[in-house]
């Protein structure tokens, strides 16, 4: 039987859980006052009398009386054995739940207790760092540290609030200091406090020479670390990396100071750095906090909303922050529930909120903030963006993004006022906008389905047994399939986006039609059943697909191969002038210079290329947002099994086969079969 969860494990769990968070994944919470309340989940009421208490980290309903931590909630509402409980919560965090006693080898015991041990040891280990980097703030050799916060015109007050320190010059001060109160290096470097360099093996301080800003979890409890060089060294900032108690994709610089400073927040603002924070703190502005050095994510918005009901976006003016903006359009969408609010702040071009603020004032940089766009005024100007609304076509466009957008706001008063603002924009009679987001829900859960299923055959056929597996790697009809192999199935066009998606001239035409090469129909043995196979639709070509991702998805090309040749299994000739547009898209985008679709079309405007990816660009792409690195796999997949397919060896076989069943072969052919085999004996 597995051993006991030590008390002093659980203790640490609870202690390091946010009771507001985990509740608020389950039951929908209002903030009121200093609690947030709700329906209660444990009985049958219509109002609210389900209170969260986040000082307490404590629950209770004044109807049925149900109360307890988040470890109880998780048990009553989950319906979960106390151990699954724990197991939880502890994965949350990241953390391996110990056990005490059971079947364990002593091996497995002092396995555990080593880890125990680390773990304990890194509670304290970053508030010391801190301490740490603080005091040496105070010291002669810290004076150009000590000049450059004031010359931001940091005063002592602030800088005591946020606890900067200093990361002095040299390699092992921090190692020394902590190595003599008795923290193991192996923490210190599992904490992200030192490196080890693997080819010399030694072990430095990771911060040098830099102001220290710690990052605080709700408890104010130093989890990591931000540190900013004085001059121009790169990188500019550098943060701790994913440790055991620190995920950035969770975590918001400044959000314990804002709280600390007024307990009753109504108001967050989202800037982009440490400094930006601390300098809108230093003139009065203690409401904003910063993502480390990852876009918003939905999760920070889950727990900002749990604390106010309204988000401002601060970004620079230029064209770097406008598409900042609209991926934080995209991903707050999904949050907006009936009461929260979302409004975008854009600053002069060349100005941050550090410089603006210190520049024009607290009360200049809060009508700015008052004055900030909201959703819906900004949600509509973004879909308008480039787009002539007095051309049909371009009137169409925008009806199209609005709505994608607006699908993604939950059911309530909010987007049923952006329906009604669409219609007045419009002019669509608003029957027919809410039968466009029903055939939209539609397409997009069927797309899902669609794409489960692509998952589950990839899955089956990574897993099946090699007997199993045909010639060129693909399965035996799965029992009761309508797909006969993975190719099949991605030849088929399987988990494509739907044809409304695309135009006419996207599609490849039939065989039969006399159309280009690379335009393949969909064979017989990947149709979806009878209605397939009497009205049979074209697939997309491969090239098409991959481009319309990779123009919409620039960031996508991180996934891809570090070689360019499964581009050759996309059917197509490689001198064709898609193979030609998909290699050089890739390249540019591997060269790390192109990471918005604007860009990447700004370098082929005025070529052969350019209205053809600008056609891609202006047309939608319908699959969800999820599941694009999955459908990528995918078709680099399916590429990768046809390479194999036409590979020299499988080329030389099929020329060789062929002579020796009498068939004459022409004079290329047999310089063919002689250039396969030099290369082939050449590679072995």
């Given at each position: 039987m597995?051993?006991?969860?030590?008390?002093?494990?659980?203790?640490?769990?609870?202690?390091?859980t946010?009771?507001?968070?985990?509740?608020?994944?389950?039951?929908?919470?209002?903030?009121?006052?200093?609690?947030?309340?709700?329906?209660?989940?444990?009985?049958?009421?219509?109002s609210?009398?389900?209170?969260?208490?986040?000082?307490?980290?404590?629950?209770?309903c004044?109807?049925?009386?149900?109360?307890?931590?988040?470890?109880?909630?998780?048990?009553?509402?989950?319906?979960?054995?106390?151990?699954?409980?724990?197991?939880?919560?502890?994965?949350?965090?990241?953390?391996e739940?110990?056990?005490?006693?059971?079947?364990?080898?002593?091996?497995?015991?002092?396995?555990r207790?080593?880890?125990?041990?680390?773990?304990?040891?890194?509670?304290?280990?970053?508030?010391?760092?801190?301490?740490?980097?603080?005091q040496?703030?105070?010291?002669?050799?810290?004076?150009?540290?000590?000049?450059?916060?004031?010359?931001?015109?940091?005063?002592?007050?602030?800088?005591?609030?946020?606890?900067?320190?200093?990361?002095?010059?040299?390699?092992?001060?921090?190692?020394?200091?902590?190595?003599?109160?008795g923290?193991?290096?192996?923490?210190q470097?599992?904490y992200?406090?030192?490196?080890?360099?693997?080819?010399?093996?030694?072990?430095?301080?990771?911060?040098?020479?830099?102001?220290?800003?710690?990052?605080?979890?709700?408890?104010?409890?130093?989890i990591?670390?931000?540190?900013?060089?004085?001059?121009?060294?790169?990188?500019?900032?550098?943060?701790?990396?994913?440790?055991?108690?620190?995920?950035?994709?969770?975590?918001l610089?400044?959000?314990?100071?804002?709280?600390?400073?007024?307990?009753?927040?109504?108001?967050?603002?989202i800037?982009?750095?440490?400094?930006?924070?601390?300098?809108?703190?230093?003139?009065?502005?203690?409401n904003?906090?910063?993502?480390?050095g990852?876009?918003?994510?939905?999760?920070?918005?889950?727990?900002?909303?749990?604390l106010v009901?309204?988000?401002v976006?601060?970004?620079?003016?230029?064209?770097?922050?406008?598409?900042?903006?609209?991926?934080?359009?995209?991903?707050?969408l999904?949050?907006?529930?009936?009461?929260?609010?979302?409004?975008?702040?854009?600053?002069?071009?060349?100005?941050?909120?550090?410089?603006?603020?210190?520049?024009?004032?607290?009360?200049?940089?809060?009508?700015?903030?008052?004055?900030?766009?909201?959703l819906?005024?900004?949600?509509?100007?973004?879909?308008?963006?480039?787009?002539?609304l007095?051309?049909?076509?371009?009137?169409?466009?925008?009806?199209t993004?609005?709505?994608?957008?607006?699908?993604?706001?939950?059911?309530?008063?909010?987007?049923?006022?952006?329906?009604?603002?669409?219609?007045?924009?419009s002019?669509?009679?608003?029957?027919?906008?809410?039968?466009?987001?029903?055939?939209?829900?539609?397409?997009?859960?069927?797309?899902?389905?669609?794409?489960?299923?692509?998952?589950?055959?990839?899955?089956?056929h990574?897993?099946?047994?090699?007997?199993?597996?045909l010639?060129?790697?693909?399965?035996?009809?799965?029992?009761?399939?309508?797909?006969?192999?993975?190719?099949?199935?991605?030849?088929?066009?399987f988990?494509?986006?739907?044809?409304?998606?695309?135009?006419?001239?996207?599609?490849?035409?039939?065989?039969?039609?006399?159309?280009?090469?690379?335009?393949?129909?969909?064979p017989?043995?990947?149709?979806?059943?009878a209605?397939?196979?009497?009205?049979?639709?074209?697939?997309?070509?491969?090239?098409?697909?991959?481009?319309?991702?990779?123009?919409?998805?620039?960031?996508l090309?991180?996934?891809?191969?570090?070689?360019?040749?499964?581009?050759?299994?996309?059917g197509?000739?490689?001198?064709?002038?898609?193979?030609?547009l998909?290699?050089?898209?890739?390249?540019?985008?591997?060269?790390?210079?192109?990471?918005?679709p604007?860009?990447?079309?700004?370098?082929?405007?005025?070529?052969?290329?350019?209205?053809?990816?600008?056609?891609?660009?202006a047309?939608?792409?319908?699959?969800?947002?999820?599941?694009?690195?999955?459908?990528?796999?995918?078709?680099?997949?399916?590429?990768?099994?046809?390479?194999?397919?036409?590979?020299?060896?499988?080329?030389?076989?099929?020329?060789?086969?062929?002579?020796?069943?009498?068939?004459?072969?022409?004079?290329?052919?047999?310089?063919?079969?002689?250039?396969?085999?030099?290369?082939?004996?050449?590679?072995?």
């Amino acid at each position: 039987m597995a051993g006991l969860i030590p008390q002093g494990f659980i203790d640490d769990l609870l202690a390091r859980t946010d009771v507001v968070e985990v509740v608020g994944e389950r039951v929908q919470l209002k903030k009121a006052g200093k609690s947030y309340v709700g329906l209660c989940p444990f009985h049958q009421e219509n109002s609210p009398s389900f209170n969260v208490i986040p000082d307490k980290q404590f629950y209770h309903c004044f109807g049925c009386g149900a109360s307890g931590s988040a470890l109880k909630f998780l048990m009553e509402f989950d319906r979960l054995p106390f151990p699954e409980a724990v197991e939880q919560l502890a994965s949350r965090l990241a953390l391996e739940v110990p056990r005490e006693g059971g079947n364990q080898s002593p091996h497995e015991r002092r396995e555990r207790q080593r880890r125990e041990q680390a773990r304990e040891e890194g509670v304290n280990l970053l508030e010391a760092a801190a301490d740490f980097y603080r005091q040496r703030l105070t010291e002669p050799a810290a004076q150009p540290a000590r000049e450059y916060l004031e010359g931001r015109g940091l005063s002592r007050e602030v800088m005591r609030d946020f606890g900067i320190g200093f990361a002095p010059q040299g390699w092992e001060h921090l190692k020394h200091h902590l190595s003599k109160l008795g923290v193991s290096e192996e923490v210190q470097i599992e904490y992200g406090l030192l490196i080890h360099h693997e080819e010399s093996g030694r072990r430095y301080d990771r911060f040098r020479d830099r102001v220290m800003f710690p990052i605080r979890d709700w408890k104010g409890r130093t989890i990591a670390f931000g540190g900013r060089v004085m001059g121009d060294a790169k990188p500019k900032y550098l943060n701790s990396p994913e440790t055991p108690v620190f995920h950035k994709g969770r975590e918001l610089y400044g959000l314990y100071e804002a709280r600390e400073a007024n307990r009753k927040l109504e108001r967050m603002l989202i800037v982009e750095g440490y400094m930006d924070v601390v300098a809108l703190a230093q003139y009065g502005i203690r409401n904003a906090c910063a993502t480390l050095g990852t876009a918003t994510s939905e999760e920070h918005l889950k727990r900002l909303y749990r604390l106010v009901d309204e988000v401002v976006f601060c970004f620079d003016g230029d064209k770097a922050g406008r598409q900042a903006a609209r991926r934080a359009l995209e991903t707050v969408l999904d949050v907006m529930i009936d009461g929260r609010q979302a409004r975008f702040l854009f600053l002069p071009e060349g100005e941050d909120p550090d410089s603006l603020v210190r520049s024009e004032g607290q009360e200049a940089f809060e009508k700015r903030v008052t004055c900030a766009s909201g959703l819906s005024e900004f949600l509509f100007e973004q879909a308008a963006e480039g787009r002539d609304l007095k051309r049909m076509e371009q009137l169409e466009r925008f009806v199209t993004q609005a709505l994608e957008w607006i699908s993604r706001v939950p059911e309530g008063v909010l987007r049923s006022l952006l329906l009604k603002e669409l219609e007045r924009r419009s002019g669509l009679e608003r029957e027919r906008l809410d039968a466009m987001l029903v055939e939209r829900a539609a397409a997009r859960d069927a797309q899902q389905a669609r794409l489960r299923q692509h998952q589950q055959l990839r899955q089956s056929h990574s897993a099946a047994p090699a007997g199993n597996r045909l010639e060129g790697g693909s399965l035996n009809e799965p029992q009761g399939g309508d797909w006969s192999s993975l190719d099949a199935m991605a030849d088929a066009g399987f988990g494509e986006q739907d044809a409304e998606g695309w135009q006419p001239e996207d599609w490849a035409p039939p065989p039969e039609a006399g159309g280009a090469s690379g335009g393949r129909s969909r064979p017989a043995a990947a149709s979806h059943g009878a209605a397939r196979k009497t009205s049979p639709r074209h697939s997309v070509s491969m090239l098409t697909r991959l481009l319309h991702l990779l123009v919409h998805e620039p960031q996508l090309v991180a996934e891809l191969p570090a070689s360019d040749e499964w581009i050759e299994g996309a059917g197509e000739p490689a001198d064709s002038e898609d193979v030609r547009l998909l290699v050089e898209v890739v390249r540019l985008l591997k060269a790390g210079q192109y990471r918005s679709p604007q860009v990447l079309l700004a370098h082929f405007l005025g070529t052969a290329q350019g209205p053809r990816l600008e056609q891609l660009a202006a047309r939608e792409l319908l699959i969800p947002r999820e599941v694009r690195s999955e459908e990528l796999k995918g078709l680099v997949e399916h590429c990768q099994h046809q390479l194999a397919r036409t590979s020299p060896e499988a080329e030389y076989q099929a020329l060789l086969a062929k002579e020796k069943q009498g068939e004459k072969l022409s004079a290329e052919e047999k310089q063919r079969l002689m250039a396969l085999l030099m290369q082939l004996a050449t590679r072995r």
